[in-house]
Every structure is written in structure tokens, then in C-alpha cells.
């Protein structure tokens, strides 16, 4: 064994490899040519919504008048089959007009006739009320005191200084008054318009959109203008039984005004969710002072009857071909609509909202239908660039 090699010892092992050089993290060139640019944007954006600022009111008459075009559509196309179209539109505007005239015609002159009657009665009031302060011991007692009728006398003298504010204030009445008429005249004539040209404005801007999507928005209108369409006429014809019904009832009972209240009730039907109530409360008062508690309870039951029966009867079988929304959608348009443009606000309420759903609903099955074409992972491929330095070509997607 002495001949035999000596052990060496085990070689210690190489050591680990070092690690990869982190890549270099790309550096933000901020340029000025960059933030001239982003600038710029902002600066484009902070005045298109200030010009709407500026702009919201004819915008607003814009839109509005846009949903009076889509509502009347439907009534001079079905006409326009049986005579020249602008006949149809003459006829459709005539009843659109009428119906203000007619509710005017109802409610006015009963105010007129109650007011004149209320001055008529004023001076036996007065001689009512003095005859009754002298026969009352303990009124002359209190005019001893306070001097009641001296007090009275002062501000009888202050009367005219009142009746000049109240002059003001009509004249900012009528000045209202003149702003509200020049704003129907202007909704009308855009709304008249729009009519007329029929399909060729949406066209117009539809065509501003890329070819392929001129389907899909086209579909889009044609969608919104039926759901549109169908909403005015099932909520003017609910609105219509909500007036007949209480007219029926009124009259019934005897309540005086039966026509004004009935057509109270008819408008206040076209405010969504509230607008039933507000008028069921509205003439449970007149009620409560005609027939005291006959008369009221008989309308309070009637009126808690009649909207369960319009909820659950009435709305659905009208409202059945038009868009179906969420009741708290609903609810939410109606108080923005309400927020932003008052009553007129709250009316257009659920038609805007069904506009924003058909569009969404829409743009949401365009963008399945794209997600399904391509199996997972693949990217789309850019189109091919055309010779002779052209623009690329546009990827032709089919509709949904």
C-alpha cells in the first residue's frame, strides 16, 4: 500500500454565474414639443366644454326638438302614405299645437271666473269682517291695547309702495313669459326641420362615422327612433285615461273644476314615478275642501286603486314595444333630467335613457362579436399598406 497515489482532496465547486445586467429602464423624454402638445389638448378640451357652457341653451332646444322630430316621425310617415308629406307634417303640428291651446281653453277660464267673483265678493268680506270686530268685545279690547285698526291704517298707507313691487315682479313674469314663448317658436321650427328633411340629417351625420360602422350606428338610430316613438305614444295615451278617469270620477262626486283637475292630473301623469302622486295629492286637497271627509276618502281610494292599476295593467300593455329599463335607471335620469332642465328635464328623462341604453347595448354586441373572431391571445393583423403611398385600408368588420 506504500506504493499507492495519495488522496487529493474534491475540488470546491465553481462559483455561481453572475446575474444578467438589468436592462436599462426607459427613460421619459418629456420634450417641449410633448408638453407644447399636451397643452394644446387640454387647452382644446377646457374650451369645446366652455363653448357648451356658453352653448347650453340652444342645445338644449336642439335636444329637445331632436325628441319632438323622433315622436312626430312615426304619425307623418303612417299619414304620408295617404297624402303629400307636407301635408302630414302640417296636420301633425296643427295637434301638436292644440293641445296647449285646448288645456288653456279648460283651465283658464274657470281661474278668470273664480277671480272675478272673489273681487266681487271682497267688499261684503270687508263689511263682513268690520261688522264683526264691532259686535266683538274682546276685539275692541285688543284694539284699545295694540292698536290693531292704527297699525291697519299704516299699512294700508304702505299699500302702493307694494303694489309697485308687484308691477316689478309681473314684469319679470312677462318677461319669463316672452323667453318661453320665443324658446317653443325656436323648438318648434327646428323640430319642424327635422321633420321635413326625414332621413337626410341623420345621414348626414351618420356619415361623419367610419364605413364600417355605419351599419351598426344606423341600426343604432333606427332602434332608438322606435323605442323613442313608442315611449311619447304610450305615455300621452296613459296620460289621456289618467285625465278621463279623474274627470269621471270628480264629476261623480261633485268636486268643482273636474275639467282643470282632470287635466292637471293628465300632465303631471307624464313625470315619471312622482308625477301621479304629486296630482293625486293635488286634488285630495281641493277635495278635502269641497266635501269634507266623504269626497276625499272616496278619492283617496280611487287614487291608490287607479296607480296600482296603471302599474301593474295599464303601463305595461302601452309601454310593452318600447325599451324596458331598471326602475332605479329611471329614477336616476329623472332626477338628473329634472336637475339640469326642471320639468322639460324630467319628461325627457326615460327617452334619453333608453337612447343611452340602445347605444351602449349596441356598442357592447359589436365588441363581443369582435372578441369571438379571434381565438385568445392572437392579435388582430394590421391591414396591409396599399401601394402608390395610399392610406392604409380600412379593416371591413362585419356587423353583429
Do not use: C
Not at 312622482?274 to 286634488?283: K, N, Q, S, Y
Amino acid at each position: 500500500m506504500s506504493g499507492s497515489p495519495p488522496i487529493l482532496p474534491a475540488a470546491p465547486p465553481p462559483p455561481p454565474p453572475p446575474p444578467p445586467p438589468e436592462p436599462p429602464r426607459p427613460s421619459i423624454d418629456l420634450g417641449a414639443r410633448t408638453i407644447a402638445r399636451t397643452v394644446v389638448i387640454v387647452l382644446v378640451i377646457l374650451g369645446v366644454l366652455y363653448l357648451v357652457y356658453r352653448l347650453r341653451t340652444p342645445l338644449s332646444w336642439i335636444v329637445i326638438a331632436t325628441f319632438i322630430a323622433v315622436a312626430l316621425s312615426g304619425p307623418v310617415n303612417l299619414m304620408s302614405r295617404k297624402m303629400p308629406r307636407g301635408i302630414a307634417i302640417l296636420l301633425a303640428y296643427l295637434g301638436l299645437i292644440a293641445i296647449p291651446i285646448g288645456i288653456a281653453a279648460i283651465v283658464i277660464p274657470p281661474l278668470v271666473e273664480e277671480a272675478t267673483n272673489l273681487a266681487d265678493d271682497v267688499p261684503g268680506y270687508v263689511n263682513d269682517l268690520q261688522e264683526w270686530v264691532n259686535n266683538n268685545e274682546r276685539l275692541k279690547d285688543l284694539d284699545r291695547q295694540y292698536d290693531i285698526v292704527d297699525r291697519l291704517r299704516e299699512r294700508a298707507e304702505e299699500l302702493p309702495n307694494h303694489l309697485d313691487d308687484a308691477a316689478s315682479t309681473l314684469s319679470d313674469v312677462g318677461g319669463t313669459i316672452v323667453g318661453s314663448l320665443f324658446a317653443a317658436f325656436n323648438i318648434l321650427i327646428l323640430s319642424i326641420f327635422m321633420v321635413a328633411s326625414g332621413r337626410r340629417w341623420v345621414d348626414l351625420a351618420i356619415g361623419f362615422a367610419r364605413p364600417e360602422h355605419v351599419p351598426r350606428i344606423r341600426r343604432a338610430v333606427d332602434r332608438i327612433g322606435i323605442a323613442v316613438g313608442n315611449y311619447v305614444g304610450g305615455a300621452l295615451l296613459q296620460a289621456t285615461i289618467a285625465g278621463v278617469t279623474t274627470f269621471v270620477v270628480l264629476t261623480i262626486l261633485g268636486v268643482p273644476f273636474a275639467a282643470p283637475l282632470a287635466v292637471l292630473t293628465a300632465l303631471f301623469d307624464l313625470i315619471p314615478l312622482v308625477g301621479a302622486t304629486i296630482a293625486a295629492v293635488l286634488v285630495g286637497i281641493v277635495t278635502a275642501f269641497h266635501d269634507f271627509p266623504v269626497a276625499t276618502i272616496v278619492w283617496v281610494i280611487w287614487a291608490i286603486a287607479y296607480q296600482q292599476i296603471e302599474n301593474n295593467v295599464i303601463q305595461p300593455q302601452i309601454q310593452r314595444r318600447a325599451v324596458e329599463i331598471h326602475a332605479f335607471a329611471v329614477l336616476v335620469s329623472v332626477l338628473f333630467g329634472a336637475t339640469l332642465f326642471g320639468i322639460v328635464g324630467a319628461l325627457l328623462a326615460i327617452p334619453v335613457a333608453a337612447s343611452i341604453q340602445i347605444a351602449l347595448r349596441e356598442w357592447w354586441d359589436y365588441r363581443q362579436a369582435v372578441a369571438v373572431e379571434l381565438p385568445p391571445g392572437v392579435e388582430r393583423p394590421e391591414p396591409p399598406a396599399p401601394p402608390d403611398g395610399d392610406p392604409p385600408a380600412k379593416l371591413d368588420l362585419p356587423p353583429p
